[in-house]
């Protein structure tokens, strides 16, 4: 699943490790759903577009692979 976290986090200006601490999940959790290694629950898909307050479309996109 491709997503736009960083994209979203440099607009609000914030690292990783600020947008984990929010969320209640380690830096190394964003790292790998940035990467694309990691595919977070709906919960914290949710949390995401919420902190950033947009839509989950608006920060992921499925593909099939």
Known sequence: MKNRIK???AMYDLTQKALAD???VTRQ???A???GKY???LDLAFK???RFKVTIEDVFTYEKE
Request: no cysteine.
């Open 7 to 9: 994209v979203f986090r």
């Open 29 to 31: 959790t964003i790292l």
């Open 22 to 24: 929010e969320l209640g």
């Open 33 to 35: 759903i940035e990467k």
């Open 39 to 41: 595919d977070p629950s």
């Open 48 to 50: 995401i577009a919420k």
